[in-house]
């Protein structure tokens, strides 16, 4: 069984696109996270979510826009997609803010 | 401001040998340390958790020790394994600060070679 499951695996767009990657966990925890990993595969926080509501938004442009319907989900939306956007997305989850993190298996995002 | 350093940034060990992989941070003042695995095309998996107060973790071949007040963790994996093959990264949690998120490092690619 899937702990953290992300879809899609892969995106290819083009600029100026708008693209979601969707994010699942059935571990039942409360906290979900994005993270973004570049090139130079460097690891950095953008969002966590814990019981539905924003708890981290770094600095983040306003093109990235998170949803969490219900706990169980953490959608991420980017609007007016840049080429600087390209890069690997993890979705993860903890029981709390402050336990241990499960990841998803990564959204490789290539912006063309 | 915390700051995680990984060394070395890649290793290449013949199998069966012992290894260690070392983190280091700069604030002595943290709430917990996560070893990740990493896989080429796949998500971060946890390996071991080490809570501020605790001065080692075990988990099979892999044992993590945690000196706070020098700053440093150790991954010791023992008899290596070409499955090992990963990249491992580290991750610490502050004790303050912006809801003491993660702050990581940039991993220790790993090659066990048969």
């Known amino acids: 069984d899937t702990a953290v499951s992300q879809t899609p695996k892969y995106l290819v767009t083009q600029m100026g696109n708008d693209k979601s990657i969707k994010c699942e966990q059935n571990?039942?925890?409360?906290?979900m996270y994005w993270y973004k990993q570049d090139s130079k595969k460097f690891l950095k926080i953008m969002f966590s979510y814990n019981n539905k509501e924003l708890i981290i938004n770094e600095t983040v442009p306003n093109r990235f826009s998170p949803k969490s319907p219900d706990k169980a989900h953490l959608n991420l939306h980017i609007n007016s997609l840049e080429l600087g956007d390209s890069a690997v997305y993890f979705c993860?989850?903890?029981?709390?803010?402050?336990?241990?993190?499960?990841f998803g298996p990564g959204t490789r995002l290539t912006v063309t | 401001k915390q700051e995680v350093t990984q060394i070395p940034a890649a290793l290449s060990v013949p199998e069966g040998e012992n290894l260690v992989l070392n983190c280091s941070f700069t604030?002595?003042?943290?709430?917990?340390l996560q070893w990740f695995r990493q896989d080429p095309g796949k998500g971060l998996t946890s390996l071991l958790l080490?809570?501020?107060s605790q001065r080692e973790q075990t988990s099979g071949r892999l044992n993590a020790s945690l000196d706070k007040s020098s700053g440093r963790s150790t991954l010791y994996i023992a008899a290596s394994q070409p499955g090992d093959s990963a990249t491992y990264l580290c991750a610490v949690r502050p004790r303050a600060g912006n809801n003491r998120k993660l702050i990581w490092g940039l991993g220790t690619s790993l090659a066990v070679n048969p």
């Open positions: 571990l039942g925890h409360d906290t």
């Open positions: 604030d002595s003042a943290i709430y917990n």
């Open positions: 993860a989850s903890s029981p709390g803010l402050e336990l241990e993190q499960y």
């Open positions: 080490i809570q501020s």
